[in-house]
T-cell receptor, first 112, second 116 residues
Framework: DTGVSQDPRHKITKRGQNVTFRCDPISEHNRLYWYRQTLGQGPEFLTYFQNEAQLEKSRLLSDRFSAERPKGSFSTLEIQRTEQGDSAMYLC??????????FGPGTRLTVT | AQSVAQPEDQVNVAEGNPLTVKCTYSVSGNPYLFWYVQYPNRGLQFLLKYITGDNLVKGSYGFEAEFNKSQTSFHLKKPSALVSDSALYFCAVRDPVLGSNYQLIWGAGTKLIIKP
């Protein structure tokens, strides 16, 4: 399978704990995006990488959220001191150009 | 302001009938338009896009969409619906003038239900 992969698919954590998600983009794609999606809503942009550079971070993203893409390949999204409001589906997408984005299956986070 | 509207929360269609899922947009320049589909507990799958050229674009699974500049619409269509088309459909737009060169503006989604 050469699509976008995300790990884990599901994560249940207690409030206050830190969590980290991984995204492996399609190999020839230099652009990588993180989104958050809640039930019944469209994706909400979080951040964008071109190669290893993080070029944009949504102002909706609090300082508890951080993302990295150290070698321009896979990316990680960390949430520190999780809150119940962080419960959502976290989606990763990649693209080769500024055209269509290809999405992974998502990581569903539940904060109890 | 840049925006995307999907005016119907849900569309119900009988199997075999044609379907239309509506999308209208507001951007300042010539938009880049996209349709994605999301099946339960799955990520979004790209269906089709309009960048330039022929106003009628064809995509995956027999779907097509028509770009109408005067009505600022990009409705998704299929001549004959299948039960397996039941899913959540999202319209998205990129504003090449005011928007970033990567950030998409998303509609709220339309749930499509195809009844046997």
């Amino acid at each position: 399978d050469t699509g976008v992969s995300q790990d884990p698919r599901h994560k249940i954590t207690k409030r206050g704990q830190n969590v980290t998600f991984r995204c492996d983009p399609i190999s020839e794609h230099n652009r990588l995006y993180w989104y958050r999606q809640t039930l019944g809503q469209g994706p909400e942009f979080l951040t964008y990488f071109q190669n290893e550079a993080q070029l944009e971070k949504s102002r909706l993203l609090s300082d508890r959220f951080s993302a990295e893409r150290p070698k321009g390949s896979f990316s990680t999204l960390e949430i520190q001191r999780t809150e119940q409001g962080d419960s959502a589906m976290y989606l990763c997408a990649s693209s080769r150009t500024s055209s269509e984005q290809y999405f992974g299956p998502g990581t569903r986070l539940t904060v109890t | 302001a840049q925006s995307v509207a999907q005016p119907e929360d849900q569309v119900n269609v009988a199997e075999g009938n044609p379907l239309t899922v509506k999308c209208t947009y507001s951007v300042s320049g010539n938009p880049y338009l996209f349709w994605y589909v999301q099946y339960p507990n799955r990520g979004l799958q790209f269906l089709l896009k309009y960048i330039t050229g022929d106003n009628l674009v064809k995509g995956s699974y027999g779907f097509e969409a028509e770009f109408n500049k005067s009505q600022t619409s990009f409705h998704l269509k299929k001549p004959s619906a299948l039960v397996s088309d039941s899913a959540l459909y999202f319209c998205a737009v990129r504003d090449p003038v005011l928007g970033s060169n990567y950030q998409l503006i998303w509609g709220a989604g339309t749930k499509l239900i195809i009844k046997p």
